[in-house]
């Protein structure tokens, strides 16, 4: 019997032997695809081009915002800077108002303008067969070519910080998603706040990272999404080909995702988790970034150390080590 693929991610060993089959090599590629990469970095004469993709899938309010601003966390955490923007917009037949569109370009544009950001085009339709919209956003940016910071540029004995909390987004989709069995349970400030979560502490990560990149030398970003804190932090390792040890009560677990987590039977550290940033720098330069954040009331916290290969992903809970958890899906898929 054929099984079918579970929702999700593909597993990252089926998805890396893909890559080595089906990947061209091509002389003006810096970055190419990989396990934990957020980008793509093409050289074109003496500049470099940053480029990623992305989907949204698992809500449907906000879901421009969310689209432009994964993207844009995709283009920071690689170094860059984010320019040009284009979507793919699918939204579901027999459910699809003339205003539901206008909300969408809306959406879109205004978060555009906030960032900076161009939106130069796609394509939107009308799709038989959707429950819900889908919007697939392409972002492109530019990069200095001494400011790559590529999820694979990990060094042993790296300090790796993580900045602000972690579960931001998947906090504010699960607040949005079940709404109407939460207003039973919770008062009404406390669904606003968990529901606004992709506003403060919120899903971007451009300022904090461009902030990063222009005070020290980073060796390497990442972008933890789908999978949560504790795949985010298995793909940087696994992309520079690394060990790492993390000291779990340092990571920030803000209270309205302890108690949504609870209430729905969800392990934090495995829920979509954009929002938040991981930065692998020597510890000569750690110091220097914690005060340059500490100014901007931005919090990161020191939470781990890479460590060679062979060490494994690891994690210390009370004193003893163990191993790192490992989500094969999403825990936010356990609430649909």
């Known amino acids: ?58 809500t449907k309010g906000e879901i421009g915002h969310f689209a432009v601003l994964i993207n844009a966390n995709d283009i920071v955490a690689m170094g860059g800077k984010p320019r040009w923007f284009l979507t793919a917009n699918l939204l579901p037949e027999g459910k699809t108002t003339k205003n539901d569109v206008e909300n969408l370009f809306k959406n879109v544009a205004a978060i555009c303008r906030q960032l900076d950001i161009t939106w130069v085009g796609g394509h939107i339709e009308i799709t038989s067969g959707l429950k819900k919209p889908i919007v697939i956003g392409e972002m492109i940016g530019t990069v200095e070519k001494n400011k790559i910071t590529p999820s694979s540029n990990g060094r042993i004995g790296d300090d790796l910080l993580l900045v602000k909390g972690i579960a931001i987004e998947g906090t504010s989709i699960i607040a949005r998603e079940k709404e109407k069995y939460l207003r039973k349970k919770f008062p009404p400030s406390f669904l606003r706040k968990a529901k606004n979560f992709f506003l403060a502490p919120g899903i971007s990560i451009v300022k904090e990272a461009l902030l990063a990149n222009s005070s020290v030398k980073i060796h390497a970003m990442h972008d933890p999404t789908e999978g949560g804190i504790s795949t985010g932090i298995r793909e940087i390792a696994q992309a520079s080909g690394k060990g790492v040890l993390i000291f779990s009560d340092r990571i920030k677990i803000y209270p309205e995702t302890k108690i949504l987590c609870q209430e729905f039977g969800l392990n934090p550290w495995g829920l979509i988790a954009s929002g938040s940033l991981l930065i692998s720098l020597s510890p000569k330069e750690t110091s220097k970034l914690l005060q340059v954040f500490q100014k901007k009331k931005i919090p990161v916290v020191v939470i781990g150390r890479i460590k060679p290969e062979d060490f494994g992903y690891k994690i210390e809970v009370n004193g003893k080590i163990k191993e790192l958890p490992k989500f094969k899906v999403d825990e936010i898929t356990k609430i649909y």
Not at 19 to 44: F, H, L, N, T
């Open 1 to 58: 019997m054929i099984r079918a693929l579970p929702v999700g991610k593909l597993n990252s060993n089926l998805l890396s032997g893909l890559i080595k089959k089906c990947y061209r090599k091509d002389k003006s590629i810096v970055v190419p695809p990989k396990i934990g990469e957020d980008a793509a970095v093409i050289r074109q004469g003496d500049k470099y081009l940053v480029l990623s993709t992305d989907p949204i899938t698992l």
